[in-house]
Structures are given as C-alpha cells and as structure tokens.
C-alpha cells in the first residue's frame, strides 16, 4: 500500500531531527525564562522601545494565545506577543520580543528575503493543499502530468523554507544587536537570549529539512511510477 511504502525510510532522519527541534527550543525557552533581566523590563516594554527607536510607532502591540505563538503580522502590520512573552521579564521572553521587532524592522526597510516570502506565500499555500492531491490522483490513475505538476508544487513549499532561514536569522541577528546595544540586556544575559534564538533558528532549519525530504520521497515514488 502506499501509505506503508518503503520510501518513508526517507523522512526518518528528518522526523528525528524535528523532534530534538521541538525539544531543544522548548527546553532552552523553559531554562531561560527562570533567568531575570537585570533591568526588569517585560516583553511588551521591550518591544516597545524598540520599535518607536526605529520608527515604528503605528505598529501596536497584542496579547496572543498559545505559547511560542509570537509573530509579526506584515499584512495588518500588527505584533502579536504570546502571554509568557508579553508580560514576562525574563531573558527568554525579551529575547523572542526582540526577533519578532527584528521583523517588523524588516518591514519597514524592505528586506529582500522577507519580501520574496511574503510574495510567495499565496503559491504556498496552494501548493501546499493542492500538491499531494494531484500527485496521489496522477499516481492512482498513472496520469505522469498529475505526478509533475504536484512534485512542482511542492517544489514552491521547499524553496519557502528555503528562504524562511535568511528571514529568521536576519531577524535574530538584529534582536541581539539591539539588546545588546541600546544595553536592555548585558553580555551574559545577551548570550542567554542567542541561546534562545538559536534554538528556535533549529526549528526553521528541522522544518527545511522535513520539506526537502517530503519532495525527495515524491520523486522516488513518481520513478516508481514510470
């Protein structure tokens, strides 16, 4: 059966390394949230500073649920802090404000990778629903240009997380300039905060090689096919 079939042997390191991901990021996140900035400041103070310094006073703030759920909306322009996120005062939480300021800074000076993936975005998203129907439906029927067009649509998924890495790392490399600069947190508390963005880099980077693994399996199957 399909379902069941061999070429699944492919996403087991993929998988693997997902797992000690979402691992790695939960348990650094955990073990810096009990370390206190010196200064006390919360999340949402942070974030604050940081964007009006860099201009961005009509980006608001909001509380958002679940945990590590933090983002920068670009379309409505809007930062969104996760309860731990907001109100914590923790090296953790002002590490993880500061990243999601870094793209909103992004936004605003227009930084290429960030504005190839929003482009891209509305591709995704169709390649993501669409590709695995059409190859299945071209697999089942043997109709090879079902199986092509799907793979190329998932291909669209690949080069989205692609460009997700320059995208994140970008945004951590300035969070941890501007903590350490505007001196919102010292050396030591600096490095706990890049402990932090790292560990969460490690899931952008799991989630690459997931996808590039997914389109791997779907040209092994689609040679089966031939």
């Known amino acids: 059966m399909f379902y069941y079939d061999s ?18 990021v939960s348990a650094t996140f955990e073990k810096y949230s009990k370390v206190y900035s ?4 919360s999340g949402a103070e942070v974030a604050r500073m940081l964007l009006d310094n860099n201009g961005l006073y009509n980006v608001p703030i909001e509380v958002t649920g679940g945990k590590l759920s933090d983002h920068y909306d670009p379309t409505r322009q809007i930062l969104r802090l996760s309860n731990d996120v907001y109100y914590g005062n ?16 992004q936004h605003k000076t227009a ?5 190839l993936r ?28 079902l199986i092509t067009i799907g793979i190329l649509l998932f291909s669209g998924v ?6 997700t890495l320059p995208v994140e790392f970008d945004a951590s490399a300035r969070a941890l300039k501007e903590l350490g600069s505007r001196g919102i947190l010292y050396n030591e508390e600096v490095k706990g905060a890049k402990k932090v963005l790292d560990a969460a880099a490690l899931t952008y980077v799991a989630a690459t090689i997931m996808a590039i693994s997914q389109l ?10 031939d």
Do not use: C, D
């Open 38 to 41: 010196s200064k006390g400041l």
């Open 7 to 24: 070429t699944y042997l492919l996403l087991i390191p993929a998988m693997i390394i997902s797992a000690w991901a979402q691992f790695k």
């Open 118 to 145: 929003n482009s891209i975005v509305p591709i995704v998203n169709l390649g993501s629903s669409m590709s695995w129907v059409l190859f299945i439906a071209g697999l089942i029927l043997s109709i090879q240009p």
């Open 158 to 163: 690949v080069v989205f997380q692609l460009v």
């Open 90 to 105: 923790s090296v953790a939480s002002l590490g993880v404000a500061a990243h999601e300021v870094g793209h909103a800074i």
């Open 111 to 115: 930084y290429k990778p960030l504005i």
């Open 216 to 225: 791997l399996r779907l040209i092994a199957l689609s040679k089966r096919n």
